[in-house]
Structures are given as structure tokens and as C-alpha cells.
């Protein structure tokens, strides 16, 4: 059974359209993170909600918000894409126990966006 | 500011070969993860280690926290091992909740028939 689902898994916007690509989870995880992978790169953290508390990675533009409405579902927002922001954004979550406990990331199948 | 280290950046090898792939860090870490990463699809967690050593299957995953390193081996590689392999290490997160992934640029794995 599926843990973590992104929808959709291929997202087609034009320049500077608003975007919103989503995020559900049925692991009940307190911790839901937004990471964004450019072609041949390593993923970077753009932001996590720790239950509803926002943490902002310093470099994530402003362009990028996220929204979580409840403890299931995560929400990224592009306000404004540009032709840097086409990448595959992946979601994943973990139960946040404090430090040094188990933190096991779980991700999802992951949204590829293209920004025409 | 921590960085991962991953090499080989890329490794072809043929089916049957034992293969290592290493990962090193600069800074203290909470854990450290093994991530594989297929062709266009999403990244499935392999490990998560704070020390030792742990075991599934075909594949060995170490970590020496004293000297900031770690390695991925897979014994009797098989063409369907290619794939990216990620180490990602826990950073703790400065305002005291949740920890973030630092991951390494990957290694693309290619086992031949």
C-alpha cells in the first residue's frame, strides 16, 4: 500500500502560471518535507511543516510556499515558475522524533515539473 | 555548513562483481542514509545508520562516525542494481525540531550482463 503519494507524478506549466503540486501520506507522520532535485543533482530541502510549524530552509525563494492543512496532505505552491524551477520535487516524511532517535525518511514517488 | 561526499561518481562494473561505494562528511551527524534512486522514479530508503553496521540481503551498509565516513556494498551485483545510490546525512535542525537530509550528488551504478 502506498505511504507517501504525490500528485500528479508529471506536471506541465507554462512560464510564470501558478502551480500547485500535492502531497498525502497515511503513516500519520508529524513531519512532512519538500525537497527539489534538479537533473543529474542532489535534492535540497526547501522547506518541512513540523505538525502545523513552517521551517524555511534560508536559501528557498519566496516564490516557493507550502500549506498543510491537515496531517495528511502537504501542499507546494509555485507562485511564479521560471524555467530554473523545472526539477523533480519529492515529499517525505519522517515522525520527528527529537534527535538522535529513529528518523527514517519516507519519500514519495515524486512530481517532475516542466516549466514551458 | 556540512558537506557530503560520494565516490565514485560513476561505476560500471559486470553482473557478479562486489561493489563499494563510499560517502564522507565534514561535520557531526545525527545518522546517516542509503538511498536508491531508479531512473525517473521516486527514492526508496535502503539504510538508516547511526553506527555499525546493518545487513539486507545483498547489501552491507557500514558507518565509522569517528572518522565521518560510511560505505554501500552490494555483493553479487545483479543488472538490476543500476540504479543512483545517495548517501544523505541528518542534520540537526537549528530550531530543535525536525531533522532535514543533506544528501551527496549520488552515484550512478551500472551492472552489466
Redesign the interface.
Given at each position: 500500500d502506498a505511504m507517501v503519494i504525490?500528485n500528479p507524478r508529471y506536471q506541465v506549466t507554462q512560464f510564470g502560471k501558478p502551480v500547485t503540486l500535492s502531497c498525502s501520506q497515511t503513516l500519520n507522520h508529524?513531519?512532512m518535507?519538500w525537497?527539489q532535485q534538479k537533473s543529474s543533482?542532489?535534492?535540497?530541502?526547501l522547506f518541512?511543516y513540523?505538525d502545523k510549524?513552517f521551517?524555511n530552509?534560508a536559501d528557498t525563494p519566496d516564490n516557493f510556499q507550502s500549506r498543510r492543512p491537515n496531517t495528511s496532505f502537504c501542499f507546494l505552491d509555485i507562485r511564479s515558475p521560471g524555467l530554473g524551477d523545472a526539477a523533480m520535487y519529492?515529499c517525505?516524511t519522517?515522525t520527528?522524533r527529537p534527535?538522535?532517535y529513529?528518523?527514517?525518511?519516507?519519500?514519495?514517488?515524486?512530481t517532475?515539473l516542466t516549466v514551458l | 555548513k556540512n558537506e557530503v561526499e560520494q565516490s565514485p561518481q560513476n561505476l560500471t562494473a559486470q553482473e557478479g562483481e562486489f561493489i563499494t561505494i563510499n560517502c564522507s562528511y565534514s561535520v557531526g551527524i545525527s545518522a546517516l542514509h542509503w538511498l536508491q534512486q531508479h531512473p525517473g522514479g521516486g527514492i526508496v530508503s535502503l539504510f538508516m545508520l547511526s553506527s555499525g553496521k546493518k545487513k539486507h540481503g545483498r547489501l552491507i551498509a557500514t558507518i565509522n562516525i569517528q572518522e565521518k565516513h560510511s560505505s554501500l556494498h552490494i555483493t553479487a551485483s545483479h543488472p538490476r542494481d543500476s540504479a543512483v545510490y545517495i548517501c544523505a546525512v541528518v542534520v540537526p535542525y537549528s530550531g530543535g525540531g525536525a531533522d532535514g537530509l543533506t544528501f551527496g550528488k549520488g552515484t550512478h551504478l551500472i551492472i552489466q550482463p
Open positions: 504525490q508529524n513531519v518535507y525537497y543533482q542532489a535534492p535540497k530541502l518541512h513540523y510549524d521551517n530552509e519529492l517525505a519522517s520527528g534527535l538522535y529513529n528518523n527514517e525518511q519516507f519519500f514519495g514517488p515524486g517532475r | -
